[in-house]
């Protein structure tokens, strides 16, 4: 049976939600919900050397992901993020300074393996440290598919980092939002989908766009055609997490079929089932199981 190694990059965190801690970050999501899946996920992040730090790592290990990569700074804090809601919406007031933007990694052991995928976010470049790291990060990485979910968060994001990011990844991720906001930033106009996926393609060099379109579904951008995926209708507990829920189950497909509308497919119902439940990383039921076929 073929190993798929997945390596996730960024912000591992707690979001803090009605003073209860629940084990996030973007990519953190994402290396959680491709480990419930069958794969071999690795996060590379950093935290604390605090009660907080150890509180993740053993979270992290129980849900099957590999910490060998997480870093524990001594200087910094373990990072939190304060959620809050605005119709049914997350928002989020994330914590500056924190252990996960001084990212460290043995560059050597981990441009050694041979990655199936590696997923990144805009986030964790806040930091003028990561920005660096990034740099040198992924002009040593060997890995099938980079995966760029460019996530934006606050002001945390600025026209370089998403430029620089696109040129890292060959596939990149936007929800309906992010699209008008990136196209703006990138081309000074707004874009719809297809157009937008053409220059990144032509521009960036991005094999596969992919858009989420919340209750609508999702949409992606491949050899010149436009594929789409409906969602099932779902009523919605919280959509913390849904949006890397979606990312993983696309991925986990992704890798394994180069199937386009059955990837979509994919990441539409893992999206979906987290929206359904509460919190980013709810436990499966043996019938979403059963649809991956674990």
Same mark, same amino acid.
């Given at each position: 049976?073929?190993?798929?190694?997945?390596? !996730? #990059?960024? %912000? #591992?965190?707690?979001?803090?939600?009605?003073?209860?801690?629940?084990?996030?970050?973007?990519?953190?999501? $994402?290396?959680?919900?491709? !480990?419930?899946?069958?794969?071999?996920?690795?996060?590379?992040?950093?935290?604390?050397?605090?009660?907080?730090?150890?509180?993740?790592?053993?979270? !992290?290990?129980?849900?099957?992901?590999?910490?060998?990569?997480?870093?524990?700074?001594?200087?910094?804090?373990?990072?939190?993020?304060?959620?809050?809601?605005?119709?049914?919406?997350?928002? &989020?007031?994330?914590?500056?300074?924190?252990? *996960?933007?001084?990212? %460290?990694?043995?560059?050597?052991?981990?441009?050694?393996?041979? *990655?199936?995928?590696?997923?990144?976010?805009?986030?964790?470049?806040?930091?003028?440290?990561?920005?660096?790291? &990034?740099?040198?990060?992924?002009?040593?990485?060997?890995?099938? *598919?980079? /995966?760029?979910?460019?996530?934006?968060?606050?002001?945390?994001? +600025?026209?370089?980092?998403?430029?620089?990011?696109?040129?890292?990844?060959?596939?990149?991720?936007?929800? =309906?939002?992010?699209?008008? $906001?990136?196209?703006?930033?990138?081309?000074? =106009?707004?874009?719809?989908?297809?157009?937008?996926?053409?220059?990144?393609?032509?521009?960036?060099?991005?094999?596969?766009?992919? /858009?989420? *379109?919340?209750?609508?579904?999702?949409? @992606?951008? /491949?050899?010149?055609?436009?594929?789409? !995926?409906?969602?099932? %209708? #779902?009523?919605?507990?919280?959509?913390?997490?849904?949006?890397?829920?979606?990312?993983?189950?696309?991925?986990? +497909?992704?890798?394994?079929?180069?199937?386009?509308?059955?990837?979509?497919?994919?990441?539409?119902?893992?999206?979906? /089932?987290?929206?359904?439940? @509460?919190?980013?990383?709810?436990? &499966?039921?043996? =019938?979403?199981?059963?649809?991956?076929?674990?």
């Amino acid at each position: 049976m073929t190993e798929y190694k997945v390596l !996730a #990059v960024g %912000e #591992v965190l707690f979001d803090v939600i009605n003073g209860a801690y629940k084990l996030g970050g973007a990519p953190f999501n $994402v290396a959680a919900h491709m !480990a419930k899946l069958g794969n071999e996920s690795f996060i590379l992040s950093a935290v604390g050397q605090d009660e907080l730090g150890d509180q993740i790592i053993n979270e !992290a290990e129980d849900l099957g992901v590999n910490t060998d990569l997480i870093f524990q700074n001594a200087q910094k804090k373990t990072g939190t993020v304060q959620v809050e809601f605005e119709n049914g919406e997350p928002e &989020y007031e994330i914590v500056r300074d924190v252990a *996960w933007d001084y990212l %460290e990694v043995d560059f050597d052991r981990i441009s050694t393996k041979k *990655w199936s995928v590696v997923a990144l976010g805009s986030l964790a470049q806040r930091s003028t440290h990561n920005q660096t790291f &990034y740099h040198k990060l992924f002009s040593q990485l060997q890995a099938s *598919w980079i /995966y760029f979910d460019c996530n934006l968060r606050q002001e945390f994001f +600025t026209k370089s980092v998403l430029e620089k990011s696109l040129h890292f990844a060959n596939i990149g991720k936007f929800n =309906e939002h992010e699209i008008k $906001v990136a196209s703006k930033l990138i081309y000074d =106009e707004v874009l719809f989908p297809e157009d937008f996926a053409r220059r990144l393609n032509a521009d960036f060099l991005i094999d596969l766009v992919v /858009y989420t *379109w919340g209750k609508a579904g999702s949409k @992606a951008w /491949y050899r010149g055609n436009m594929l789409e !995926a409906t969602s099932d %209708e #779902v009523k919605t507990k919280d959509t913390v997490g849904a949006g890397d829920a979606f990312s993983a189950g696309f991925l986990h +497909t992704w890798v394994r079929t180069k199937d386009v509308e059955e990837s979509l497919k994919k990441g539409n119902q893992l999206g979906g /089932y987290v929206a359904s439940h @509460a919190g980013a990383i709810p436990p &499966y039921t043996e =019938e979403l199981t059963s649809n991956f076929n674990l």
